[in-house]
C-alpha cells in the first residue's frame, strides 16, 4: 500500500515508522508521574533538592538538545542523529528499569533528556520533509493526535504498573526502542524532493520575524491550557470532587486535543481564516467553564473545549513554521519553535507564583483558570484583527495551497 504525500508516494512501513517517533516525544517525565508522591518513601534518605531535580533536570536539558539537534540537522542527513538519540532515549529506559538510587535515577533522567531533545524536532521534521501542501497538514493533525493518544494510553499504562513496582513504571522509555527498529527500514525510502513551486522555495533563509511571532503565539497557548494539567488537580479537590476525576478529565483533555488531528484539513476549510480565532475562542470559554462552574459534568465541557482549541492550533503552527523555511533549514526552524512547548512547561509554575502575588490571589483554586481564559479572551481579539495574517491567521495564499 503507497500513501499520498504530495509529491508522490511513500510506503506504509515508511508513514508507520513516522508514526512511531511521533509517538514516543510525549514520554518524557511520564514514568515519574505515578511515583512522585511515593518517592519519599521509596528512596527515604532523598533530600527535596533532589526529588525537585529528578523532576526539573531531564525537562531542562531536553531545550538545548532539541535545539541543537535542529542546528545539526541543517542540511545534512537527519537520519543517523534520530537513530542515535532513540538510542540513547531506550537505553536511558533499560538503565531505569535497574537503577537502584536517587543519584542515578537522576544522571539516567538526564540522558534520558539529551535523547529525548534530539528526536523532537527530527519527529516533526520527519513530516516536513515526506510531505508537502495538504498531504502535511493532514499528516501533521495525525501527528498530534497520535502523540497525545500514546501520552493518554502511557499513563493509563504507567499508572497501572506503578501499584505493582515503581520499577515498572519506566517500562514506558522502552518504546523508543521499537521506533528505532521501525525508523531502520527509512535508509533506503528518502523522501522526495520538494516541488519547485512549494512556498518554501520562496524563502532563502528563515523567516525570523515571521518564526519569532509563531514562537511567542505557541508558547502562550500552551502557558494557557497547562492550567488544566497543572492546577485542576487542586480545584477537584478544593471543591470535594472524587479525587480520580482530575486523572480521568485530564485524559479527557488529552484525548480532546487528539481529535482534531483527524480532521484538520476540513476544520481549516470550512473555517477558512477564522480557524485559529474559533479555536482560541474555545480554549477561553473552556477555562472559564472550569473556573466558574464546579460541576463534573461542565469540568468536563471546558477540558473538552480547551483541549478541542489547542489540538487545531498546534499542528497549524508546525506547518506554517515549516513553510517560512527552505526545505533544508525546516526542522531547525522547527526545533526553535518547539522549545515553545517545554519553555511553556518548566516556566508554568513559576509565572503564575508571580501573577497570583501580584493579584494577591494564592488561595484561589480558581484563579489558573479565570486569569488564562481573560489572557485567551484577550487572545481571540487579537486573533480576530490579524485573522487574514499569515503566522496568527490563514491568508489566502496559505489557505489556496491546502
Excluded at 493518544?149 to 499508572?159: D, K, N, R
Excluded at 513504571?169 to 521506533?179: E, I, K, N, Q, R
Excluded at 515571521?210 to 497543572?230: K, M, S
Excluded at 509554575?349 to 497570583?356: I, N, S, T, Y
Aim: glycine share 8%.
Amino acid at each position: 500500500m503507497r500513501i499520498n504525500t504530495g509529491k508522490g508516494t511513500i510506503a506504509l512501513w515508511s508513514l508507520i515508522a513516522i508514526w512511531s517517533v511521533s509517538a514516543v516525544t510525549s514520554l518524557p517525565g511520564l514514568a515519574i508521574s505515578p511515583i512522585l508522591g511515593e518517592l519519599n518513601t521509596i528512596f527515604p534518605k532523598a533530600s527535596d533538592l533532589e526529588i525537585q531535580m529528578l523532576t526539573s533536570l531531564p525537562s531542562l536539558l531536553i531545550v538545548p538538545f532539541v535545539l541543537l539537534a535542529g542546528r545539526l540537522s541543517a542540511g545534512r542527513d537527519k537520519l543517523p542523529l534520530l537513530y542515535a538519540g532513540l538510542a540513547i532515549f531506550f537505553l536511558s529506559g533499560v538503565a531505569c528499569l535497574v537503577a537502584k538510587s536517587m543519584t542515578w535515577l537522576i544522571i539516567i533522567s538526564c540522558v534520558l533528556g539529551i535523547g529525548a531533545g534530539m528526536i523532537v524536532p527530527l519527529s516533526t521534521g520527519l513530516v516536513v520533509d515526506y510531505f508537502t501542501g495538504n498531504a502535511r497538514v493532514r499528516q501533521l493533525g495525525y501527528s498530534s493526535a497520535i502523540n497525545n493518544l500514546t501520552l493518554v494510553a502511557a499513563t493509563a499504562l504507567t499508572g497501572y504498573v506503578a501499584d505493582i513496582n515503581w520499577h515498572l513504571s519506566f517500562l514506558v522509555y522502552l518504546l523508543p526502542g521499537v521506533s528505532l527498529l521501525l525508523a531502520l527500514q527509512l535508509r533506503g525510502n528518502p523522501p522526495a524532493a520538494e516541488p519547485k513551486e512549494s512556498d518554501q522555495y520562496r524563502q532563502s533563509a528563515i523567516n525570523y520575524k515571521r518564526l519569532a511571532v509563531l514562537t511567542v503565539f505557541y508558547f502562550l497557548i500552551t502557558y494557557a491550557v497547562l492550567a488544566v494539567t497543572f492546577d485542576l488537580s487542586f480545584l477537584v479537590e478544593k471543591y470535594g470532587i472524587r479525587e480520580e476525576f482530575s486523572g480521568v478529565a485530564i485524559s479527557v483533555f488529552f484525548l480532546a486535543v487528539m481529535l482534531p488531528g483527524f480532521f484538520l484539513g476540513h476544520i481549516m476549510r470550512i473555517l477558512r481564516s477564522y480557524t485559529n480565532v474559533v479555536s482560541m475562542l474555545l480554549v477561553a470559554v473552556g477555562l472559564a467553564c472550569v473556573g466558574l462552574f464546579h460541576h463534573p459534568a461542565v469540568l468536563l465541557v471546558g477540558v473538552v473545549l480547551t483541549g478541542l482549541g489547542y489540538g487545531v492550533m498546534q499542528p497549524l503552527i508546525y506547518d506554517k513554521t515549516a513553510i517560512i523555511a527552505p526545505p533544508h533549514l525546516a526542522t531547525q526552524a522547527l526545533s526553535i519553535v518547539m522549545t515553545a512547548n517545554y519553555l511553556a512547561i518548566i516556566l508554568f509554575p513559576f509565572m503564575l507564583d508571580g501573577l497570583r502575588t501580584l493579584f494577591h490571589a494564592h488561595s484561589s483554586v480558581t484563579f489558573p483558570f479565570l486569569l488564562n481564559a481573560a489572557i485567551s479572551a484577550v487572545g481571540v481579539v487579537i486573533l480576530m484583527v490579524w485573522r487574514n495574517n499569515m503566522a496568527l491567521g490563514l491568508d489566502d495564499s496559505y489557505y489556496s495551497n491546502r
